[in-house]
């Protein structure tokens, strides 16, 4: 993305650097079309940690949102995601950053690991989801939902990505997602396809 002193700012309401990083090269065509400089919410020391208390990733994709657009003034967006696995009735799902009682990415992935240990393979079927939002100043909300399905695999593999990357492989590949080029993930990615269909709202709003 290439940013100037005459693009408008638009918040993007996470500390996760990875989801700053992804996100970037996801929405750079609509932002240079657009005249957006997307910047992270580290731009904003002072902004409110926001209580995750929805109960689905829309709910809390909005809070995120929300809360920065109202901090800001600016419009901001917000991603909320995890990982959803059938046979646990859609868990860890919203829980996914906090399955292992905040002890971070590596324990988060450890515990699932051990949870589906005697789940057989053609029963470890799951999708990473992503909700996108939208919030502007003047009231405007808009969300969309993204998602990417496949199978949890036996044991971590790969380097690249964050989370829950390294266990999980997509519906027709033998790799996990931490194998793939950070290219690869953005063409297939839950957060590209959510954010992918946000871009539509972004210009739909702020063009000028
Ligand atoms: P913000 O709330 O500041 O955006 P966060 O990391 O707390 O950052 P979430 O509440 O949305 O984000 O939690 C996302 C969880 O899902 C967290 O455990 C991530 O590691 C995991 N996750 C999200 N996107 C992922 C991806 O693309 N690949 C693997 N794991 C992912």
Same mark, same amino acid.
């Given at each position: 993305?290439?940013?100037?002193? &005459?693009?408008?700012?638009? +918040?993007?309401?996470? !500390?996760?650097?990875?989801? $700053?990083?992804?996100?970037?090269?996801?929405? %750079?065509?609509?932002?240079?079309?657009?005249?957006?400089?997307?910047?992270?919410?580290?731009?904003?020391?002072?902004?409110?940690?926001?209580?995750?208390?929805?109960?689905?990733?829309?709910?809390?994709?909005?809070?995120?949102?929300?809360? %920065?657009?109202?901090? &800001?003034?600016?419009?901001?967006?917000?991603?909320?995601?995890?990982?959803?696995?059938?046979?646990?009735?859609?868990?860890?799902?919203?829980?996914?950053?906090?399955?292992?009682?905040?002890?971070?990415?590596?324990?988060?992935?450890?515990?699932?690991?051990?949870?589906? %240990?005697? $789940?057989?393979?053609?029963?470890?079927?799951?999708?990473? +989801?992503?909700?996108?939002?939208?919030?502007?100043?003047?009231?405007?909300?808009? $969300?969309?939902?993204?998602?990417? &399905?496949?199978?949890? $695999?036996?044991?971590?593999?790969?380097?690249?990505?964050?989370?829950?990357?390294?266990?999980?492989?997509?519906?027709?590949?033998?790799?996990?997602?931490?194998?793939?080029?950070?290219?690869?993930?953005?063409?297939?990615?839950?957060?590209?396809?959510?954010? !992918?269909?946000?871009?539509?709202?972004?210009?739909?709003?702020?063009? &000028?």
């Amino acid at each position: 993305m290439t940013s100037g002193p &005459t693009r408008r700012r638009v +918040v993007l309401a996470t !500390r996760n650097r990875h989801k $700053v990083a992804e996100l970037q090269v996801i929405l %750079a065509d609509v932002c240079d079309r657009l005249g957006l400089e997307v910047v992270g919410l580290d731009d904003y020391p002072g902004a409110p940690d926001v209580v995750e208390d929805g109960v689905t990733f829309e709910e809390n994709a909005l809070r995120k949102a929300v809360s %920065a657009a109202e901090f &800001t003034g600016l419009p901001a967006l917000a991603d909320d995601s995890g990982i959803s696995v059938d046979v646990l009735g859609g868990a860890p799902g919203i829980f996914s950053a906090r399955w292992s009682g905040g002890r971070g990415d590596r324990a988060n992935l450890e515990l699932l690991l051990a949870q589906l %240990a005697d $789940v057989r393979d053609e029963h470890r079927s799951g999708a990473f +989801v992503c909700a996108a939002a939208l919030a502007l100043p003047d009231g405007t909300r808009e $969300v969309e939902l993204g998602r990417l &399905t496949g199978t949890v $695999v036996r044991e971590p593999r790969g380097s690249g990505g964050f989370g829950y990357d390294p266990v999980f492989a997509p519906d027709g590949s033998q790799r996990t997602v931490a194998e793939y080029a950070a290219e690869e993930k953005n063409e297939i990615s839950h957060r590209a396809l959510a954010f !992918r269909a946000l871009a539509a709202h972004l210009q739909e709003h702020l063009s &000028t």
